[in-house]
């Protein structure tokens, strides 16, 4: 690798990446409500905020040189590969791109992005004919695209975690289900028992895997 070439200040990769992953996210699922568009701002803030340290300026490594020089001597912590910080402390030195988090993190991410695209299929058809989505993934779970959009960024946390993600992310979640439950009461509002008898035996956000025993238990 050539040392000319600037592990940072690569700002059209900043602008490059956030704009693919956002507009990959919005293509399935398509915000209408301002909830929507709550929910889908809070996961572009993330990509920005992910991918202007990967690219951009490295704050986590700049503000933790010290205590990442003192317990890991040796690493070029200016490197992008660095950025690789699970890596690194895990002492995976080979190229971090294959190391066990990244693999994962792309799982993680690649599952996200299935599970968003496979909830706004079945979201298409029924939105068309006023129905209730209790097909597809619904049949697993209330809210899977919330799911989709935490699975995706704890994917990116895996792989590039930075303070300020690490921040954001639980506050996310929480805000995630806050508004799956204001969801969840203008859903009521206009399908009424409908809804409460498939909210009494599909959980919220984790499937269980022994639907059938528990058919009628509520989450």
């Known amino acids: 690798m050539s040392e000319s070439i600037p592990a940072y200040g690569l700002w059209s990769l900043v602008l490059l990446n956030s704009a693919v992953f956002i507009i990959f996210a919005f293509s399935f699922y398509k915000p209408k409500s301002s909830r929507d568009w709550r929910s889908f701002g809070m996961y572009s803030a993330f990509i920005v905020a992910l991918f202007t340290e990967m690219y951009g300026f490295p704050l986590t490594l700049y503000l933790l040189s010290g205590w990442l020089a003192q317990h890991f001597p040796g ?26 988090f990244h693999l994962l993190s792309t799982a993680f991410i690649f599952g996200g992005f299935w599970l968003l695209a496979s909830a706004w299929n079945v979201l298409y058809h029924v939105q068309r004919e006023h129905r209730l989505a209790t097909t597809g993934p619904y049949a697993r779970i209330r809210h899977p695209q919330y799911v989709a959009f935490v ?54 956000f984790i499937p269980r895997y022994n639907a059938t025993s528990d058919q009628g238990k509520p989450s």
Do not use: C
């Open 75 to 100: 690493v070029d912590f200016l490197s992008h590969d660095a950025g690789h910080l699970l890596e690194v402390m895990f002492g995976w030195r080979a190229n971090p791109h294959f190391g066990p």
């Open 151 to 204: 699975l995706i960024m704890f994917g990116f946390l895996l792989q590039w975690p930075t303070l300020v993600t690490l921040v954001m992310f639980p506050i996310m979640v929480a805000v995630y289900a806050h508004l799956a439950r204001r969801e969840e009461q203008a859903v009521i509002d206009e399908f009424g028992d409908t809804y409460r008898n498939y909210r009494m035996k599909t959980p919220a």
